[in-house]
Nanobody, 115 residues
């Protein structure tokens, strides 16, 4: 089993920045990919950014140029640096890790962009 704990969410004004962290523990060997998803009220969960082992990061078009995903394999922890935040970025952000055929999800952290 893999346990994930997200942190770093909060309330920020439009144009501001936040950095999300997701720390993994448990059976953390052979992780294939780590990523961030988000779900706004009344909408489906969507991919924000994904980074596979040895691969390049992938981003949703809506966040390209504003968000950056990175990982520290030694910990392991995955980060999401979010800049130039917009009200439409408001959502619960979830961390996901893929290990073999299994996906593991965190409980989510709320990000609210509002003046």
């Amino acid at each position: 089993q893999v346990q994930l704990v997200e942190s770093g969410g909060g309330l920020v004004q439009p144009g501001g920045s936040l950095r999300l962290s997701c720390a993994a523990s448990g059976s953390i060997f052979s992780i294939n990919a780590m990523g961030w998803y988000r779900q706004a009220p009344g909408k489906q969960r969507e991919l924000v950014a994904l980074i596979a082992s040895g691969g390049r990061p992938n981003y949703a078009d809506s966040v390209k140029g504003r968000f950056t995903i990175s990982r520290d394999s030694a910990k392991p922890t995955v980060y999401l640096q979010m800049n130039s935040l917009k009200p439409e970025d408001t959502a619960v952000y979830y961390c996901k890790i893929t290990r073999g055929p299994n996906d593991y999800w965190g409980r989510g952290t709320q990000v609210t962009v509002s003046s």
